[in-house]
């Protein structure tokens, strides 16, 4: 099944990403190395915008720092793509935690009410 880039772009946002995080990563994709001048230049965004996504796709695992000084390679999408869905998976995790804990109190709180 071939997926439309607004199918792809679509299922980026649900993991998280901005439309302009997005754009920077099919254009990194096709790159395959570049540096923030680069993205700056070819999205048209600011340094600090620029420097912003680097940092971000280094957290979210997408890019990686270059031997060469002040670049950065992208990861193959399956590496890429499986390191963002980890982390979209823990962040769900913990949600799913907390609203079971809230739950759980809500259930001690509430049954006495019901028992009574």
């Known amino acids: ?3 439309s880039v607004d199918e792809m772009k679509r299922i980026l946002k649900e ?38 996504i680097i940092e971000l796709f280094i957290k ?9 000084n002040e670049r950065f390679k992208c990861l193959h999408p399956r590496m890429g793509l499986t390191n963002i869905y980890k982390m979209w998976e823990e962040a769900q995790m913990i949600e ?12 001690r709180n509430l049954t006495p009410i019901y028992e009574q």
Do not use: C, P, Q
Not at 18 to 36: C, N, P, R
Not at 96 to 107: Q, S, T, Y
């Open 15 to 52: 993991m998280d990403l901005k439309e302009d995080e997005i754009e920077a990563y099919f254009f990194i994709l096709k790159e395959k190395e570049f540096d923030a001048n680069s993205l700056i230049k070819n999205l048209n965004i600011d340094e600090k915008r620029a420097k912003e």
């Open 96 to 107: 799913m935690r907390r609203k079971r804990a809230k739950i759980e109190l809500l259930v």
């Open 60 to 68: 979210k695992g997408l890019i990686i720092s270059s031997t060469k």
């Open 1 to 3: 099944m071939s997926l």
